[in-house]
């Protein structure tokens, strides 16, 4: 809704009156603000009133009087547009905040900190707003991986990307040209995926690949914009001894879940005999994955049942009636709902219901913790949000499967009622996603739960929440991940473990056309007539 977005205050003009004909520049501080949770919007207006009291007291001071004048402005997550290219037509279009004097523009998050406004103010007058450039805290990959389409620059430990919660600054030129780049009427620009995953590297890949240092050549002959990195942008408050610049923007990382904070927040105490596990597995990997939940989060996960295309009493594994496909699990999810309920029953205590995979860890005491502040009465629907098409009408959220979804059991109701597959081999968690916002259930996300392994993402961006999940074995020891992540320590050591063998079957690109490929995503929505298999 465009009139979500408000212009909390444009002032100051520390135009200190007639100062000479040289008009001030125009400094824009955007905080980008999710819907979810509450505690996030609570974080978004006190930034802002953090900036503009510094505001004010610089003004006191007389310091940078008519140098620049201040905007603040609290964007409202439009839409599905999460991610920075999908708002900027809206920003620009309707909101008028982003206008051709606009020389900087500081993109914040919820959890971003403005230490000082003065310092800040102080290095933008060092850079240069007419160059396209934007600054911000490098991340860099350790491999190519799957969370960034394994972007396959020769070298990927050398393609930086903003970490947003730090904050990212624009120059004015940088952002008006993107502004025009994603305008409806808009150029050729090159979109290398219908898929939002990490918004930020998307961000940092489609500003290299479409955005010239010279102004005279429309697309980038040899790369384009790079993000530059800024030492006073930082990961964390905490300075790093003998540094020259000091942090003035940082991120603020979450506090550490616990028991004790869930009763401070006077949530509904939530245990792990709260939630139901349903875990998809297949025969060929009982032996294999199943061991290894046995052996670290089964401990904690007393309803946890394994649905799989066989039943096997020996674990026991319950039969779906579903052969295993290669592809999408539509079929099978719905089955696994639908033998979930009829399995939980009547057992009030079930307040929740988790879709988890069997390579997919746990740490179900955090999990449980989040899940107090969630009113389990009503529809929610929380997990690692993904997007597909934003930029299309016919775009939608959704929760990534591997790294698990949560659904409330009203919800889990819902779905069985009103939720259906275009086909037994679609993509189960787009499918999902899709048909809940047909019902107007949102996508909320949950920091923490990830789709990939604790390799797959900058180390900066895992200090910043205790995580919830990670997924995937392949490359990577997942006992020590669950000790190392997931603060696990109650390894089961009777459940029996069977050599690991398992590899990617045809390196990474295999695992990521097996679930993800835009190809089945096309397919879902243009072969299929999606619309016309929701029972609406
Ligand atoms: C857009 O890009 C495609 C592929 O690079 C090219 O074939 C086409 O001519 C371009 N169209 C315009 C209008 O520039
Ligand atoms: C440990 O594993 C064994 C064998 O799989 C199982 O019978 C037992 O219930 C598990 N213990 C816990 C606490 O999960
Ligand atoms: C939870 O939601 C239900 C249904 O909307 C409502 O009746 C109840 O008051 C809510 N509980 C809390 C603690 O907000």
């Known amino acids: 809704m465009p009139g979500r977005i408000c212009v909390l205050l444009v002032l100051l003009c520390l135009v200190s009156f007639c100062r000479g004909s040289e008009k001030p520049g125009e400094v824009l501080l955007v905080v980008a603000c999710p819907p979810y949770p509450l505690q996030a919007r609570n ?9 503009l009291e510094q505001q004010r007291a610089l003004v006191l001071a007389g310091i940078f009087s008519g140098d620049f004048v201040l905007k603040v402005h609290v964007m409202h997550e439009l839409f599905n547009y999460w991610t920075l290219v999908d708002a900027l037509p809206h920003l620009r279009a309707q909101a008028r905040v982003l206008g051709a004097r606009t020389e900087w523009i500081i993109w914040c998050q919820h959890n971003t900190r403005v230490t000082s406004l003065r310092g800040l103010l102080e290095q933008l007058r060092r850079q240069d707003p007419r160059e396209l450039s934007f600054y911000g805290h490098a991340l860099y990959d350790a491999e190519a991986t799957i969370i960034h389409h394994f972007s396959n620059y020769q070298d990927p430990q050398r393609f930086p990307y903003p970490m947003l919660s730090a904050g990212v600054v624009f120059s004015g030129a940088l ?4 502004a025009d780049l994603v305008a409806p009427n808009g150029h050729n620009i090159s979109l290398h995926s219908d898929f939002s995953i990490d918004a930020s590297h998307e961000l940092a890949r489609f500003i290299f690949d479409n955005v010239s240092p010279h102004p005279h050549i429309s697309t980038p002959i040899s790369g384009g914009i790079m993000l530059k990195g800024a030492s006073y942008i930082c990961p964390t408050a905490a300075s790093v001894p003998h540094r020259k610049v000091a942090c003035v923007l940082h991120a603020q990382p979450e506090e550490p879940l616990t028991s004790l904070g869930q009763r401070r927040n006077g949530c509904q105490h939530t245990t792990g005999s709260h939630i139901y596990f349903a875990i998809k597995t297949c025969a060929k990997f009982h032996k294999e994955r199943i061991p290894i939940i046995e052996r670290t989060w089964a401990a904690d996960a007393r309803n946890r049942r ?4 066989v039943a096997d009493a020996s674990i026991p594994t319950i039969g779906t009636g579903i052969p295993n496909v290669q592809s999408g699990h539509c079929a099978k999810m719905m089955a696994i709902l639908r033998l979930s309920l009829k399995d939980i029953g009547e057992q009030q205590d079930i307040h929740w219901l988790m879709l988890v995979d069997d390579d997919t860890l746990l740490s179900v005491p955090r999990l449980s913790v989040l899940l107090c502040r969630h009113n389990a009465s009503e529809l929610v629907y929380l997990g690692q949000r993904y997007g597909y098409r934003l930029h299309a009408p016919d775009g939608f959220n959704y929760h990534t499967g591997g790294a698990g979804i949560v659904l409330s059991m009203p919800l889990v109701r ?6 259906s597959c275009p086909s037994a081999s679609a993509p189960d968690d787009m499918i999902l996603g899709y048909c809940l916002q047909a019902l107007g259930v949102p996508a909320m996300p949950a920091a923490g739960l ?3 392994r604790p390799q797959d993402y900058a180390g900066e961006l895992l200090q910043l929440q205790p995580p919830l999940s990670f997924h995937k074995f392949w490359n990577t020891d997942p006992e020590h991940t669950y000790r190392r992540w997931l603060g696990g320590s109650l390894v089961n050591r009777s459940a029996p473990l069977a050599p690991h063998q398992e590899q990617p079957a045809a390196g990474p690109l295999h695992t990521m056309m097996g679930r993800h490929s835009l ?7 243009q072969e299929t007539g999606l619309g016309k298999h929701l029972d609406l």
């Open 519 to 525: 190809a089945a995503g096309v397919g879902l929505l």
């Open 175 to 178: 952002l008006r040209r993107l």
């Open 414 to 419: 819902l779905i069985v009622e009103r939720c």
């Open 43 to 51: 974080e978004c207006s006190a930034l802002s009133h953090s900036v």
């Open 450 to 452: 990830h789709q990939a």
């Open 306 to 309: 394994y649905y799989s295309d």
